[in-house]
């Protein structure tokens, strides 16, 4: 990858992809981009351009300007978000893709897309398997189950090397919750740090799958680097790391913040979707086909969570 695009750039994906994208490849270009500006560490070692996916003309005019040989596609609506407005969710999760696989077709690049657990439903097993029913009852998930199949029709028909991961739910501390189900597993350390003590949306022993940042940024690196001929799956592959409930969160936090507390007040609609979800996602096809695996699990990432983001925190109260 010598010139790189990173779609969505300033969501939470996006704001840790991009740097450990300039970092792993020195020599190459790494363009972020997004709807608006955000944070300024988008813009430290290489361009940022304002870019709405929707706009298919703007898509291909900003990948062939660029040179572009790789696109990191992570624009989306997430999933509680989505809900309140499915038609924009459609809009931009769909035609976004669509714009974006065109581009790539006609300039000739790699893509990596991210799908996610929400791309399964009440249906699938509560350990769900690599190849499984994915009858999703969220506009976000019914977008990513059409998104894979998309990809995989733009690899079969036209060739384009497309391929992606199944992202659990996401902690990170550089970017803040952005609506999605599994975003009291970020929320949760900010209040731990600030107040010592959180109300959750989820119920204590909802169990969902999560990774910790580092690992999800090293899976998407990983896969593209893969030879192409070690895999049988290329797109969607099920990623897993830990598998969480708020109550087990709440009690390793516990540890390093004596007396904290956690509360429950149940959003519905959220709990809703993530009891639609399996409790745990089988990763072996991953495994087997470009050798993932996780290097962080819930007590590693739990004290790194609480360093790094009491360290951002600290460093925000004291310029403020």
């Known amino acids: 990858m010598k010139r790189v695009l990173v779609t969505g750039a300033a969501g939470q994906i996006g704001t840790e992809l991009v740097p450990a994208l300039r970092t792993q490849y020195p020599d190459a270009v790494v363009a972020a981009s997004d709807i608006r500006a955000g944070d300024p560490i988008l813009e430290e070692g290489g361009p940022f351009v304002t870019l709405d996916v929707t706009r298919p003309q703007a898509v291909a005019r900003c990948v062939a300007e660029h040179g572009v040989d790789a696109i990191f596609h992570l624009a989306a609506i997430l999933s509680a978000t989505a809900e309140d407005d499915p038609q924009a969710a459609y809009h931009v999760n769909m035609d976004g893709l669509h714009n974006v696989l065109e581009a790539a077709r006609a300039s000739g690049c790699s893509v990596f897309v991210p799908s996610s657990i929400a791309a399964f439903g009440p249906g699938t097993p509560t350990e769900a398997p690599q190849d499984t029913i994915q009858r999703p ?15 995989d029709y733009y690899h079969h028909k036209y060739g384009v090397d497309v391929r992606g991961v199944r992202y659990p739910g996401l902690i990170s501390y550089m970017a803040p919750p952005g609506g999605g189900t599994t975003d009291y597993a970020v929320d949760i350390f900010y209040h731990a740090i600030r107040d010592g003590e959180y109300t ?4 204590a022993d909802t169990q969902l799958d999560m990774m910790y940042m ?58 809703a979707i993530a009891e639609s979800w399996p409790r745990r996602v089988d990763d072996s096809a991953a495994r087997e086909e470009w050798g993932w695996q996780p290097e962080f699990g819930l007590e590693a990432m739990v004290e ?8 951002r925190l600290g460093a925000a109260a004291a310029s403020s």
Not at 243 to 260: C, M
């Open 200 to 203: 959750c949306f989820l119920e």
């Open 304 to 311: 790194d969570m609480l360093a790094r983001l009491g360290e």
């Open 214 to 271: 580092p690992d999800a940024l090293r899976a998407a690196i990983e896969l593209m680097e893969t030879d192409a001929g070690g895999l049988r799956h290329r797109n969607a592959f099920n990623v897993a790391a830990m598998q969480l409930t708020p109550e087990h969160l709440a009690e390793e936090i516990r540890k390093h913040v004596p007396g904290f507390q956690i509360h429950y007040d149940v959003d519905p609609k959220r709990q």
């Open 137 to 151: 009852n969220t506009i976000y998930g019914v977008t990513k189950v059409a998104g894979e199949l998309l990809c």
